[in-house]
């Protein structure tokens, strides 16, 4: 694979359209931020160096990446004005005069293009000056126009904004992804004018330049029209997120676990889920969070970040577990909350309890040991434990510091231990 040598992420802008005083690259997709997805892609690139463009909220952008998306290789650049894309490139290579190579541009809220469009386009360098990605769409929806000449060669591009009525019936749309030599930005950049209807620097003159002068432009189809979805509104983003959704699910199906309906299925990134087991309708599991082998889950069942379920684990009906450690052949099976629980092997959960974490102030852990039988309607109330082999009969309520030794049985309101028969 010919990788990328520096990978622009273009990320200052604030998408006033989304109505939202998030920046609009912050905004989930499925449980990650869409700048989060592109900078996926351009690890898909092996490069020397990504550098992130940022402007509106700086800030935010930056803690993020630093947070979450930690790599030696990202840097970032401040656009304090955002001149178009053109500028934003100028101002992401400032700092790397003279290194050469090729340079690939992404746009931070084009979270659907997949690496392998993203290697065939750095691969077009072996033969051509520049490369830029198509698609042929039915509904152009803002994008520039490819033109071509009679024989079909690139000829350059035009923004929706400035085309005329018959370039604007042309279905063959830019998708603003780009692979350059950095010496041709360095030389043609400076050179740019912004004498178009937006007033900016458009990225794109640098291709049609580069054609100008003779040099060959590659272009590479994507596959799917649908990877060129660019975020601009909320409407855009939802369907962004059903097509990343169907993306999730296909690769947990691909790895042997069943998901009886990926139509009410939802399942965020960075879930982890062994083969065998089977995801039941109307589920939804957050982030961080691992399933083991042969578990089953579901319906309308509610996974929250920092659950663990061991292999052979169930959670049922209307449950919700957050931070719950379950361990193996554990079940919980009807209406049940689990928050901040560590419960041992082959323990069982009966309907209607809830392990009260939270007392209006802070989150407490509660203990259930292995084979613990917990009864329908039962309240524990955090920090509290119930012991290897305990039960508690149904509708009790384990007041807090409470610890049921192993072995006993504890009834009531408040529980207590049931009297032992003489």
Known sequence: MQSAGTVVVLAAGQGTRMRSALPKVLHEVCGRPLLGWV??????????????????????????????????????????????????????????????????????DMPLVRAESLVRLVGQLKAARAAATTAIVDQPRGFGRILRSDDGAFRGIVEERDASPKQRSIRE????????????????????????????????????RIAERGDTIATVELEDPSDAIGINTLAHLAEARTAIQMRILEQHLENGVKIIDPATTYIDHGVTIGAGTEILPCTVIRGDVVIGERCEVGPFTHLRAGTRLADGAEIGNFCEAKKAVVGPGTKAKHLTYLGDVTIG?????????????????????????????????????????????????????????ASIPPGEAWVGVPARPLPKKR
């Open 39 to 108: 900078l996926d892609q351009a690890r898909a690139l092996d490069p020397e160096r990504i550098v992130v463009v940022t402007g509106h909220a700086e800030a935010a952008v930056r803690e993020y990446v630093e947070q979450f998306e930690s790599d030696p290789r990202i840097t970032f650049a401040h656009q304090s004005v955002q001149y178009g894309t053109g500028h934003a490139v100028e101002v992401a290579l400032a700092n790397f005069r003279g290194v050469g190579g090729s340079c690939v541009v992404l746009y931070g």
């Open 173 to 208: 749309v830019n998708v603003g992804v780009y692979a350059f030599l950095v010496e041709d930005l360095e030389l043609l950049l400076p050179e740019l004018e912004r004498n178009n209807a937006q007033g900016e620097l458009y990225l794109t003159d640098v291709l049609t």
């Open 345 to 401: 092997a082959k323990a069982n959960i009966g309907a209607g309890t809830i392990v009260a974490n939270y007392d209006g102030t802070h989150k407490h852990l509660t203990t259930i040991g292995d084979r613990a039988f917990v009864g329908s309607g039962s309240v524990l109330i955090a920090p509290c434990a119930v012991g290897d082999d305990a039960l508690t009969g149904g509708g009790a309520v384990v007041t807090r510091n």
